[in-house]
């Protein structure tokens, strides 16, 4: 039997350039897309799947004979705080919901993203390793961390083959992220580009790991094709792209915008971002599965205004619409 893929939370920042990805990869009749509402830019087979309810993910996967899932649907670290228990219920409840129908189901490997927000006081906060102490402090960050040992948990008690890596903030031109603490890294490109001025929310030395969107979907594909053997870690792997504040990016942003403006006022996501490590060392990736990051922040910053100039030439100013 061929692979066939589920993507759950298609639509999100991550998802929606993942789905591209696999659906060249593996045709577009091999992949199949979800969210909770339809979405207009999906190209290929998409259906709508509310994750809280299991018998709805157990139809699409017996329908179309799934192989394999992509779990990519969580309320993030800054948004997650607002209504906390219900946070905890969502990130949880379609995990395991995910989990149960994959076990039932004889599901062959499984996606579960991680994040730097499994860190907190106790770790490290240069070079973090994988097996650093996990102590977070938001809801997302508790959730992914109980998420990962619940992947293990599968993963030992009934050889169900999930896989996971923490993202660091994934910065891309294709998305937009929503209710994240690294959001601003994608904002501040959208707002040098049409020429206004940027309300930073973090400290301007608030450095954080940040990654590609093309590393972090490279990561993803080459985790989830390694061979099953080479998975030695099964809570999570950490991947480094690179590590930057956002006086760093405004600095490399002005070389192309010299009267690029931006305020700081940081809120309570500087909080959470005084919390996570400023860089992490990714050894077991690298062992593993041969993980290697590409892109600089030089190049990121040139990528992404390139990249958005050409999209606020296209379309309105709207960025919302643009993305879509
Ligand atoms: N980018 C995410 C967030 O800020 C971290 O996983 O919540």
Redesign the pocket.
């Known amino acids: 039997m061929g692979t066939k893929i589920l993507v759950i939370g298609a639509n999100g920042q991550l998802g929606s350039v993942l789905t591209k990805e696999l659906q060249k990869k593996y045709t577009m009749e091999n992949v199949i897309a979800s969210d909770i509402k339809k979405s207009d830019d999906c190209k290929g087979i998409f259906e709508v799947i509310d994750a809280t309810d299991i018998n709805r993910i157990q139809e699409v996967v017996e329908r179309y004979g799934i192989t394999q899932i992509y779990h990519l649907a969580a309320i993030?670290?800054?948004k997650g705080e607002e209504t906390p228990l219900t946070t905890w219920d969502i990130n949880m409840k379609t995990l395991f919901n995910v989990l149960e129908v994959s076990r039932k189901n004889r599901i062959d490997r499984v996606f579960f993203p991680s994040?730097?927000?499994v860190f907190g006081e106790g770790a490290p906060l240069e070079n973090t390793p994988d097996d650093a102490y996990l102590n977070p402090a938001t809801v997302?960050g508790i959730s992914k961390a109980a998420g990962e040992n619940w992947a293990q948990y599968y993963f030992l008690r009934y050889g169900l083959d999930v896989r996971s890596i923490r993202?660091p903030?994934?910065i891309g031109y294709q998305s937009l992220?929503g209710?994240?603490?690294?959001?601003y890294a994608v904002d501040i490109y959208h707002k040098a580009v049409m020429g206004e001025e940027f309300d930073c929310f973090l400290k301007e030395d608030a450095t954080l790991p940040m990654i590609f969107m093309d590393d972090a979907i490279r990561a993803t594909i080459e985790l989830m094709e390694a061979p099953k053997e080479s998975i030695t870690v099964r809570t999570s792997y950490n991947i480094a792209g690179i590590s930057f504040s956002p006086q760093e990016v405004v600095n490399e942003i002005r070389k192309l915008y010299p009267d690029f403006e931006v305020k700081y006022n940081p809120d309570f996501r500087q909080e959470i971002a005084a919390r996570w490590p400023k860089s992490i060392e990714d050894a077991s990736a690298k062992k593993d599965w041969g993980w290697k990051p590409e892109f600089n922040l030089k190049e990121i910053t040139e990528i992404m205004i390139q990249k958005l100039q050409e999209k606020y030439k296209k379309g309105s100013k709207n960025k919302e619409i643009l993305l879509l």
């Open positions: 993030l670290s800054a994040s730097i927000a997302y993202y903030g994934v992220p209710g994240g603490t690294t959001d």
